[in-house]
Nanobody, 124 residues
Framework: VQLQASGGGLVQPGGSLRLSCAAS????????IGWLRQAPGKEREGVACISSSDDDGSTYVVDSVKGRFTVSRDNGNNTVYLQMNNLKFEDTAVYFCATDGIAGSTCPIVYRYWGQGTLVTVSS
């Protein structure tokens, strides 16, 4: 399982970014996919999760980003997105996508496979 997060960058407070999670040789629709982040000096934390499309496809976001972040899928492009709006300084972190690798799983999950992260910097 190889996952790759992309789409990070430098954005001003209040701005938006859309992160993408792509996979090689792995069909994302069958698996729950989560987004996690790690800020400098802090532990990695889960941010959002989307259940397998073969389950109910339900989504989950943590309270700190609720109303600002949305997780979604494009099964045709084998991609999972994290749309981040109204970004704040405290959203600065390296963002990762990950999965448990279990077909049909429902969020929350225990992450076993991680991709390389993408850096999001919120700064004025």
């Amino acid at each position: 399982v190889q996952l790759q997060a992309s789409g990070g960058g430098l954005v001003q407070p209040g701005g938006s970014l859309r992160l993408s999670c792509a996979a090689s040789g792995f069909t994302l629709r069958y698996y729950a996919i989560g987004w996690l982040r790690q800020a400098p000096g802090k532990e990695r934390e889960g941010v959002a999760c989307i259940s397998s499309s073969d389950d109910d496809g339900s989504t989950y976001v943590v309270d700190s980003v609720k109303g600002r972040f949305t997780v979604s899928r494009d099964n045709g492009n084998n991609t999972v997105y994290l749309q981040m709006n109204n970004l704040k300084f405290e959203d600065t972190a390296v963002y990762f996508c990950a999965t448990d690798g279990i077909a049909g799983s429902t969020c929350p999950i225990v992450y076993r496979y991680w991709g390389q992260g993408t850096l999001v910097t919120v700064s004025s």
